[in-house]
């Protein structure tokens, strides 16, 4: 017998903290239908965080496969793939995941990431793959974790977004976006922290700086269901 062809490949687990069937709350495919993998553990601790839970390494969930999300995937009918955390890219072998969803050519994978993990090893897996990266501001408490060489690296498909907690925080954020070029590279997203800003106040911080081809979002999901609740 060909030792070949009865070789069996071993699957890795994830530690999935949540997974479930929403609509998109921002970002590019916000409104729309995706299925949310949520992997356990975090490097950054932000102060306006609202997945600390999901973040440390005894965080409740399930080991699951690829496989085994994949298939979860596909039985939903759901099209768009979005793999969050914490900070998604910090799982091991998750590369190996990010291949078992992509090479199904009808789905739409979306990997939300914190801006501090390099995107180079992750950038030549084919597929339907976008980054929806999270550059975070000083109001954050962790600016300086950011990868600054990550931006060079953001294709068409991707977006950065900046989650602001005041001017200072929108001052800085413009000044990244005007010095990268970050408009002409993908899409670029400010989005309110949610009950700190008011979010009319940005409106007039763009308008009168005239950021174009920058857009405001806030969280759909926030809106629809308590800004507390799980598995929206």
């Not at 890219?89 to 078992?100: E, F, K």
């Not at 789905?107 to 897996?125: Q, W, Y």
């Not at 001017?167 to 990244?176: K, N, P, S, V």
């Amino acid at each position: 017998m060909d030792p070949a062809k009865t070789e069996v490949t071993e699957l890795s687990k994830f530690h999935v903290t949540e997974r479930f069937v929403s609509i998109n709350g921002e970002a590019r495919r916000a409104g729309e239908l995706a299925c949310f993998i949520r992997l356990a553990g975090c490097n950054l601790h932000c102060n306006y965080c609202d997945t600390r839970w999901s973040c440390v390494p005894d965080a409740p969930g399930e080991q699951l496969t690829e496989d085994e999300l994949y298939d979860w995937v596909r039985a939903s009918g759901v099209k768009n793939v979005t793999l969050t955390g914490g900070e998604p890219l910090l799982a091991v072998d998750v590369h190996r995941l990010i291949r078992r969803l992509a090479e199904d050519d009808r789905l739409r994978i979306e990997i939300e990431t914190n801006g501090s993990v390099a995107l180079d090893p992750f950038l030549d897996i084919p597929g339907e793959i976008s980054f929806t990266m999270d550059m975070k501001c000083p109001g954050s408490g962790m600016a300086e974790y950011g990868i600054r060489r990550n931006l060079s690296l953001l294709r068409p498909t991707d977006t950065v977004k900046y989650v602001v907690s005041d001017t200072a925080d929108l001052d800085w954020m413009r000044e990244q976006v005007e010095e990268e070029h970050l408009t002409g590279k993908c899409a670029v997203y400010i989005s309110p922290v949610f009950g700190r800003i008011d979010p009319k106040g940005i409106v007039e911080y763009m308008r009168l700086h005239e950021m174009n081809d920058i857009k405001l979002q806030l969280q759909l999901h926030k809106f629809i269901w308590a800004p507390t609740q799980r598995g929206v």
